[in-house]
């Protein structure tokens, strides 16, 4: 459209239609910027998820979010009352000590829950 109108800059109606092209342009060049910083804070918040069995200890850790957003758990089973294992998820039962910690602080206490995974 620039090409094009170049030669009749000097009608008030192209000059208009080249300041609203401009425009346009300039805004699609700044609102690319915020859009890119949001993916690259968004990308990897999946939520990660794992049992294990070490040292004779059952443990359902994992963490979601990423950057400062990022928040990791791990529950360590104290007592195990009960599970089931169905075809899409895991359930389980019992005394669990939770710890979270996330880009501020980090927390531990006891909890009796019944964790599906």
Do not use: D
């Amino acid at each position: 459209m620039l090409a094009l109108t170049k030669e009749l800059q000097n009608l008030e109606v192209i000059q208009l239609l080249r300041v609203l092209f401009f425009l346009l342009l300039a805004i699609a060049v700044f609102s690319i910027i915020p859009l890119l910083m949001y993916w690259a804070n968004c990308s990897g918040t999946s939520l990660v998820q794992r049992v294990y069995l070490a040292h004779n200890q059952l443990y359902y850790a994992g963490y979601s979010g990423s950057m400062e957003e990022r928040v990791e758990f791990l529950f360590t089973f104290i007592r195990l009352e009960s599970y089931h294992v169905g075809k899409r998820a895991i359930h389980i039962r019992g005394q669990v000590i939770k710890k979270t910690k996330n880009f501020y602080n980090s927390n531990a206490f006891l909890a009796r829950n019944r964790i599906r995974t």
